[in-house]
């Protein structure tokens, strides 16, 4: 069983919650204590089902939710910059050090590639959690559509 792990704070990851409702994968994680992001409140259908992360912090929903998956997965522009994001960049080190795998998928990335690399993870308690992310300064306008993308090809897998 696939799971999508999530924050909900940036336009990847919530669309990468709405493709997992739409292909009947589970969706999950922690959200900030205020169940917001700086554009505002989330919305209701995802907040719903996220729970508060209780730990003080501006990226505590993140590393809550990234001590709980089982791997990785960065959306981004172009996955030859990801130092581009500061915050990205330190999510994928935190990956490293915690020998977490990750996979970095921008507009280029072949999609057959991505469920390639959930295919070869290994289930814990048979649920893979796959946590996915993506930058969160803006709303990325192809984001969220190349996350549901992912998530939508995951789900083949």
């Known amino acids: ?3 999508v792990i ?4 940036t336009g990847v990851e919530r669309g990468a919650h709405r493709a997992a409702e739409t292909v009947g994968l589970g969706a999950t994680g922690f959200s900030t ?3 917001r992001d700086e554009l505002g409140p989330l919305p209701e259908a995802i907040a719903r089902a996220l ?3 209780h730990e003080r912090g501006s990226r505590a929903a993140v590393r809550a939710n990234l001590q709980i998956a089982s791997a990785l997965v960065v959306v981004i522009p172009n996955r030859n910059t990801p130092d581009r994001f500061t915050a990205m960049r330190n ?4 990956a490293r050090s915690h020998g977490l795998p990750y996979a970095v998928v921008d507009p280029t990335t072949d999609l057959d590639d991505v469920r390639h690399f959930v295919e070869g993870l290994t289930p814990s308690s048979g649920t893979v959690r796959l946590m996915v992310t993506g930058p969160r300064a803006t709303r990325w306008a192809q ?3 190349i996350a549901w993308q992912v998530v939508a090809r995951m789900a083949i897998a």
């Open 33 to 35: 204590l205020d169940e």
């Open 1 to 3: 069983m696939l799971v």
């Open 91 to 94: 999510l994928i080190g935190s």
């Open 6 to 9: 999530h924050s909900g704070q």
């Open 143 to 145: 984001g969220e559509r």
């Open 51 to 53: 729970t508060p992360c």
